[in-house]
């Protein structure tokens, strides 16, 4: 993709697309059903209802079937294997995840696998089992690399931070490839923000420094050692207040995982908007698959809390800022 | 190459930059409204009258050139099987004229254009805009129409 290349038809695509997301109202008038079979049949009424789902507990297939035809479109749109590669990576690391962990607890993993990565869920599961990892593209060297320390330390933990640093890594690069300044802003955010999460949730569960330096995924602008001395410090908000992400540290830091979570999301959704008032560049289409991703979040939180009867204010509480 | 430079070349070749340059402009531009006019009704056919309208704007400046290169060969009486003779200053008098609709006809036709493209994508998003989406990309097209009017008056002005 070149630097001033322009994609008109994708983008005027992907702006047609935009009036089928779900909007904010929408997602509100969900957490408001009376129950989860109401909350179902909203969804229902919009794209995700082209899944047709008897049991409310299936809902996650309405959800992964939309988003894997978005994914999809997206690819139709711009055909260019290193864009896709881009936002379709974390999902084979996810499956290789599953499939890993699958292998070490003997639990089938089969309802976790996620659709939409670069690889299909069968092959990836194939090629695994086989240890077949030549064929696996981009991800073999780190699954070897991953099953490897398992046998050695047989601590899960290892799996899940080689294989998202291995993510990082390969998103990077791909960014780089493709070489649009956008793209790479939002892959350093992504990693910073990342980072920030792993930070705060090691610190609240009180766990070790250590752990901190291992899960630090690369790419992002905030480096090791500063993460290191928020860490350390009493007030890593203190630390972190001047860099780059000060703002959202400064007012979500210290109101507790959740809150930041939420926030992280909020962030990143925040710096995709700007993409609205672009017309002939890619970052729409960027936007586009981010308020996809984010909406699917939305919707498996609406749904799993209606499931649990969690009360509609938290809920509500905990929908994602929505791109519409 | 003496003789290359000559009142008749000169007129000729102004006329022929105004339709080439203006002509470049409008196709690029008729070209990027085009894709994003298509990018939108791959999603919903039914707005195909609407963008097709503002599709069509970025295409002025190509008939701009082309009537001041008409006008040129009237003038130097090419169509009428007798050409003029015209000395060098005459010649690139002509020339100069022909000059603001070539350059603003190239960029306002690509301006124009990606102008159209957002306008389409404003109809994609929101059907009952198409008149606001129209309004943005005629605006640009008060510049193209400026540079005509320039290079129409001028060529009015040469005495032959």
Known sequence: MAKNKIYPFAVASVRAMENKLLTKQKLMQMAEAKNAEEALRLLADTDYGKTQVRDVHDFEEMIQNNLEESYESIQKLIPNETFMNIFLFKNDYHNIKVLIKEEISDVSGRKFMVKGGTLPIEDIRRHFRERNYSELPYIGRSVEEAIDVYAKTKNGRYVDTILDKACFRNMTAAAKKLGNEFVIKYIRRLADVTNLKTLLRIRETRRSEQELLESIVPGGDLDTEMLLRAFKSDSATAVLKDTAHGVLCESYMDQGFTVFEKACDDYLMDFVKDAKYKTLTPEPVVAYILAKETEAKCVRIIMTCKLHDIDEETIKERVREAYV | ?160
């Open chain 2, 1 to 160: 190459m003496s003789n290359l430079i000559s009142g008749e070349f000169l007129a000729l070749l102004g006329g022929a930059l105004a339709a080439l340059f203006a002509g470049i402009g409008s196709a690029k531009g008729v070209g990027i409204a085009g894709e994003a006019a298509a990018g939108v009704v791959s999603e919903d056919p039914n707005k195909f009258g609407q963008v097709l309208l503002l599709q069509a704007l970025p295409g002025t400046q190509g008939i701009y050139g082309l009537l001041i290169a008409f006008i040129v060969m009237v003038k130097v009486g090419l169509l009428s099987g007798s050409m003029a003779e015209l000395s060098v200053v005459q010649g690139a008098s002509i020339f100069a004229a022909c000059m603001p609709i070539a350059f603003v006809g190239l960029i306002s036709g690509i301006s124009q254009g990606k102008a159209a493209a957002a306008g389409v994508m404003l109809v994609g998003k929101k059907p009952s805009e198409l008149a606001k989406g129209m309004l943005f990309a005629a605006m640009v097209e008060t510049y193209a129409v400026l540079a005509l009017l320039v290079s129409f008056l001028m060529l009015n002005g040469i005495q032959i």
